[in-house]
Nanobody, 123 residues
Framework: VQLQASGGGLVQPGGSLRLSCAAS????????MGWFHQAPGKKREFVAA?????????YYADSVKGRFTISRDNAKNTVYLQMNSLKPEDTAVYFC????????????????WGQGTQVTVSS
């Protein structure tokens, strides 16, 4: 499985961005897709995850609930992260990840990773 993340950039506080993650390769093996972020000097942290096949299960970190929405388009083999009401503390490199099993929030339990896209929230 190969993952390609895109959509990052510079945005002012209160603004919005939509990240995309396109999957290719052995897509049939994917059961969960997730987004993580990593700020300089900090550990990689869970942001959101979705059940890839049905899209019926989603889970969010407390820090992004009500502001971020994860979704997927199976026809395009793409998962999205819509980020609204962005805050300076959301500044980080955002990574998408995939795994063949059930939804989890632990980065080490994901098998496949994209290259990361930088999100900077600053005035």
């Amino acid at each position: 499985v190969q993952l390609q993340a895109s959509g990052g950039g510079l945005v002012q506080p209160g603004g919005s961005l939509r990240l995309s993650c396109a999957a290719s390769g052995s897509i049939f093996s994917i059961n969960t897709m997730g987004w993580f972020h990593q700020a300089p000097g900090k550990k990689r942290e869970f942001v959101a995850a979705i059940s890839w096949r049905s899209g019926s299960s989603t889970y969010y970190a407390d820090s992004v609930k009500g502001r971020f929405t994860i979704s997927r388009d199976n026809a395009k083999n793409t998962v999205y992260l819509q980020m609204n009401s962005l805050k300076p503390e959301d500044t980080a490199v955002y990574f998408c990840a995939a795994r063949p099993s059930v939804l989890t929030t632990y980065p080490h339990e994901y098998n496949y990773w994209g290259q990361g896209t930088q999100v900077t929230v600053s005035s």
